[in-house]
């Protein structure tokens, strides 16, 4: 078998030899492990166009583009390349929590199999440019001396959250969106801080990633929360007109009334709402879709961080450090990651239905 299996190799590699195309320069980044190159696998996948999945228990590793599917398992040397075995001269291996490839395998196997390479100019946004969303702040819950919730092998919730945001922050950016983070370092920021930090900045959305924990060692999966409506709803609104500040214009709303205030105020409350829990569920749904997660759904509470929010507000709970599987996955670089490109698609489709509803109205 294992005869077979170098014939193969060799057939194939020498097959490669002829066509293969490698670009003088690279701008993926490369690694040394062990004395030899390795590409990281995800950009290098991103810039080919190719979608891949990541098995995080059996660590198997999927890559598909068209009718072409490449499967690798890190710590090993075997690939399948349409089913044909191919013997690579390293391991598959992890650096830095992400998945790295050898050399070859990027020159001899993906860039034969994906010729097009899609380079920053080309790369097209897939997030909807629509009015209402032009800035987006995301928050990384708890920081500095408050770790959050410490999973059984030391996982704080703080670093989790602040990786997690950070990486959601960049993938935001490179779509054109502009991003106010809350902290962008292992620091504490109050509750009240970071309310006053989204009211003032003028975005659109407010996104806070916090990770879960439970006493019972069982509970797991994914939930998002929106605000939930407060106990006594005239009073609450009355505290917005009071606290609030509104740029109204025009003669209608030059009276100092409280009570018009309120009631404004009181609209205002109750659309960011509905947007809140239409945003959560848009989450909720692409993380269904994009990874094998229970995905626990949408729920509404009074954090602190939501109630004070004068946008649509919602606070993802990526998964529980409680949980003795969900804390290994989220300790892997590779997953953070994937957590990070879900959220991401979930704002998008919120801001594909934004704009498509705009696009009606006109």
């Known amino acids: 078998m294992c005869k077979r299996l170098i014939f193969i190799q060799v057939i194939f590699i020498l097959f490669l030899s002829g066509c293969a195309t490698v670009s003088v320069r690279e701008s993926l ?3 040394s492990i062990n004395g030899a190159v390795y590409y990281s696998l995800i950009p290098l996948c991103e810039s080919k166009g190719i979608n891949w999945e990541y098995d995080t228990f059996t660590r198997v590793i999927v890559l598909r583009k068209g009718a072409s599917r490449i499967n690798l398992k890190v710590g090993d040397d075997l690939v399948l390349v349409n089913q044909r ?11 830095e929590g992400a998945v790295a490839v050898p050399a070859k395998f990027k020159e001899q196997i993906v860039d034969v199999l994906f010729k097009t390479e899609i380079t920053p ?6 997030f909807p440019i629509s009015r209402k ?3 987006i702040v995301v928050d990384a819950g708890h920081g500095g001396n408050d770790p959050g919730a410490i999973g059984r092998t030391g996982l704080r919730e703080k670093d989790v959250n602040l990786d ?11 779509e054109g969106v502009n991003v106010v983070m809350t902290r962008s370092t292992d620091r504490f920021i109050p509750l009240g801080a970071r309310v006053e930090i989204t009211n003032k900045s003028k975005a659109n959305l407010f996104v806070s990633i916090h990770s879960n924990a439970n006493r019972t060692r069982s509970m797991n999966g994914f939930e998002v929360y929106y605000v939930a409506p407060t106990l006594n709803d005239a009073k609450r609104a009355l505290v917005a007109a009071k606290e ?5 214009e025009g003669s209608l709303f030059a009276s100092r009334s409280l009570e018009l205030r309120a009631m404004l105020w009181d609209m205002i409350y109750a659309y960011d709402r509905a947007e809140s829990i239409q945003l959560a569920k848009n989450i909720c749904r692409s993380v269904g879709s994009n990874m094998n997660v229970k995905v626990i759904g949408v729920k509404d509470a009074r954090y602190e961080v939501l109630r004070g929010s004068r946008i649509p507000a919602v606070l993802v709970e990526v998964g529980f450090v409680s949980n003795y599987n969900e804390e290994r996955m989220l300790k892997n670089g590779f997953y953070r990651q994937k957590i ?3 959220i991401m698609d979930g704002l998008s489709d919120y801001a594909q239905e934004l704009a498509m509803a705009e696009a009606d109205k006109k």
């Open 29 to 31: 980044p490369t690694y």
């Open 85 to 95: 075995a191919i013997i690579l001269n390293h391991p598959v291996d992890i650096y």
């Open 121 to 126: 100019s080309q790369r097209v946004s897939t």
């Open 133 to 135: 969303i032009r800035k």
């Open 164 to 174: 997690i945001a950070k990486r959601l922050a960049l993938l935001l950016k490179s």
């Open 244 to 248: 609030g500040n509104l740029d109204l």
């Open 340 to 342: 990070a490109e879900s």
